[in-house]
């Protein structure tokens, strides 16, 4: 398990602090591919937003700064580490590996988090327990690298302008699929998740 975090968090890197440009509809999904020139074919992430009734989520984590880019993945699998070991402590059950960043820049202030499926009945050292809210949401299902990440922002942005909607809280990422076994890194699976009003 430590293995499959420490593959994670050296492949998410600094992608979500960037952006991407877009296509022009963000509903649509978006695929780049080369020319006839007989050079490999180039494919860009791809991405697909759509409207959805969040479920509620009983979610651990750990809340910590980096003072710079190169501290993220150090801090981000050290939180992972303290989730898991915790969870398997109190016989609790993962549902999901998730992430919150609450900031572009440095200092980059994150949460490592994983949906449980209860709440435990104490906590220990950094692990606090918050309830995310059900409701409208808009999720960007992303395939590609980590370090493109940013587009599915950037589409979420766009969604929510198209639509007249207001962000009601920072958005998520729900990690779909291992970087150890998935070899190709454009297979990757993140969903973004947005709540609004």
Do not use: C
């Amino acid at each position: 398990m430590k293995l499959l975090l420490a593959s994670l968090f050296v492949l998410l890197g600094f992608s979500r602090f960037f952006s991407f440009p877009v296509a022009s509809d963000p509903d649509q999904t978006a695929k780049v591919t080369a020319n006839n020139t007989g050079q490999d074919t180039i494919e860009q992430p791809s991405f697909m937003a759509v409207k959805i009734n969040l479920t509620p989520m009983q979610v651990l984590f750990i809340h910590d700064t980096a003072m710079t880019a190169a501290d993220i993945s150090r801090l981000l699998n050290k939180g992972y580490g303290e989730l898991f070991t915790f969870i398997y402590q109190q016989k609790l059950q993962p549902v999901k590996i998730m992430g919150f960043y609450h900031s572009s820049q440095p200092p980059f202030v994150m949460d490592a988090a994983i949906e449980v499926n209860r709440a435990p009945g104490k906590l220990t050292g950094r692990i606090k327990t918050k309830r995310i809210k059900g409701g409208n949401a808009v999720v960007v299902h992303y395939q590609g690298a980590y370090d493109q990440i940013g587009i599915a922002y950037t589409g979420i942005s766009n969604w929510l302008t198209k639509n007249n909607k207001k962000a009601a809280e920072p958005p998520f990422e729900v990690y779909l699929n291992d970087p150890v076994t998935v070899k190709d890194s454009k297979l990757l699976r993140t969903d973004v998740y947005q709540r609004f009003e």
